[in-house]
């Protein structure tokens, strides 16, 4: 007999559901001219049935980050998507964009290291798995449906992936994935950061573009930069954390990290032994840099309405 797919377990148990995010003043259509009004079905994603709405899960994740803020708490908080999926069912489909692991054998050697940082993200921090009716086919043939669906199941097969090592999704621990693209996008994000100490941990960084970024929104935060590899960090952190970790100035107050399928790594030990929040920013920091080009065009969730 099948296993039910966790995410039909959460469902049916009426802990999740999935539903559209509407964020105020959030534009995707502009979005959908780029690229095609399909890319809107991921717009309706998997929601805690704690939270009514997706203005209420981007307050909840800025009273999080203000919170780590001022109490100088570790909050690492990591999206998962494609390159995510593909890394964790030990394939090197990972190898998109960026290149993240070397071989297959690889992924094994660091599987245990992966597995280590789920279990403290799951504890402390914030899941944000990109999980929409078009990735979880086998969930959305019972409670959702798309015409012309694709049969991809990899968001769903990411959730089953969890559950199987024993680390369980919750309202406490998760978080829409795009959510965290409206956050950082936006004047609150900006404000917050306003006069703190920000570390940003990425290979490729245009310091005028990332202080320009920061000024037309009105904030300006006290940026440092510090590199880290542009390849492989998901199976090659712990060659160079020791480095990377002693050019993190020590007051300072958050992190914004660019690493591919290493976020995890990345936001999970910078949070937990320096005691800040650390954001996985992926794309945001490819806008931030003015190099959108970088991430092959706009994400949903980071166009505000003119």
Same mark, same amino acid.
């Given at each position: 007999?099948?296993?039910?797919?966790?995410?039909?377990?959460?469902?049916?148990?009426?802990?999740?559901?999935?539903?559209?995010?509407?964020?105020?003043?959030?534009?995707?259509?502009?979005?959908?001219?780029?690229?095609?009004?399909?890319?809107?079905?991921?717009?309706?994603?998997?929601?805690?049935?704690?939270?009514?709405?997706?203005?209420?899960?981007?307050?909840?994740?800025?009273?999080?980050?203000?919170?780590?803020?001022?109490?100088?708490?570790?909050?690492?908080?990591?999206?998962?998507?494609?390159?995510?999926?593909?890394?964790?069912?030990?394939?090197?489909?990972?190898?998109?964009?960026?290149?993240?692991?070397? !071989?297959?054998?690889?992924?094994?050697?660091?599987?245990?290291?992966?597995?280590?940082?789920?279990?403290?993200?799951?504890?402390?921090?914030?899941?944000?798995?990109?999980? +929409?009716?078009?990735?979880?086919?086998?969930?959305?043939?019972?409670? +959702?449906?798309?015409?012309?669906?694709?049969?991809?199941?990899?968001?769903?097969?990411?959730?089953?992936?969890?559950?199987?090592?024993?680390?369980?999704?919750?309202?406490?621990?998760?978080?829409?994935?795009?959510?965290?693209?409206?956050?950082?996008? !936006?004047?609150?994000?900006?404000?917050?950061?306003?006069?703190?100490?920000?570390?940003?941990?990425?290979?490729?960084?245009?310091?005028?573009?990332?202080?320009?970024?920061?000024?037309?929104?009105?904030?300006?935060?006290?940026?440092?930069?510090?590199?880290?590899?542009?390849?492989?960090?998901?199976?090659?952190?712990?060659?160079?954390?020791?480095?990377?970790?002693?050019?993190?100035?020590?007051?300072?107050?958050?992190?914004?990290?660019?690493?591919?399928?290493?976020?995890?790594?990345?936001?999970?030990?910078?949070?937990?032994?320096?005691?800040?929040?650390?954001?996985?920013?992926?794309?945001?920091?490819?806008?931030?840099? !003015?190099?959108?080009?970088?991430?092959?065009?706009?994400?949903?969730?980071?166009?505000?309405?003119?």
């Amino acid at each position: 007999m099948q296993k039910t797919r966790y995410l039909e377990d959460l469902i049916s148990q009426q802990l999740f559901r999935f539903q559209r995010l509407v964020i105020e003043g959030i534009d995707n259509e502009a979005v959908a001219r780029i690229f095609s009004n399909a890319i809107l079905s991921e717009e309706y994603c998997l929601f805690s049935n704690t939270i009514s709405n997706g203005d209420e899960y981007f307050r909840l994740l800025h009273d999080l980050i203000v919170r780590a803020l001022v109490n100088r708490h570790s909050l690492p908080v990591v999206r998962f998507a494609d390159g995510e999926y593909a890394f964790y069912r030990f394939t090197l489909g990972c190898n998109g964009l960026y290149k993240q692991a070397e !071989s297959v054998e690889a992924i094994k050697r660091v599987m245990p290291l992966h597995l280590a940082a789920m279990e403290y993200l799951a504890d402390h921090g914030l899941f944000a798995p990109l999980v +929409f009716p078009g990735n979880s086919h086998v969930a959305s043939r019972s409670f +959702f449906s798309f015409k012309k669906q694709k049969r991809d199941s990899t968001g769903a097969g990411f959730l089953d992936f969890l559950r199987a090592n024993s680390i369980n999704l919750s309202s406490a621990n998760y978080i829409p994935f795009y959510v965290i693209y409206a956050y950082l996008s !936006s004047e609150e994000f900006a404000a917050a950061v306003d006069g703190k100490n920000v570390c940003i941990l990425n290979s490729d960084s245009n310091q005028e573009s990332c202080r320009n970024w920061f000024d037309q929104l009105g904030s300006r935060p006290h940026l440092k930069f510090v590199d880290i590899p542009a390849e492989y960090v998901a199976t090659r952190w712990e060659e160079s954390k020791k480095e990377v970790l002693a050019k993190i100035p020590p007051d300072t107050h958050l992190c914004l990290a660019g690493a591919g399928v290493g976020a995890l790594l990345v936001c999970v030990d910078v949070a937990k032994i320096r005691a800040l929040p650390v954001i996985d920013a992926g794309h945001v920091l490819n806008m931030m840099n !003015s190099r959108v080009d970088k991430s092959n065009g706009a994400r949903l969730y980071t166009l505000r309405k003119q």
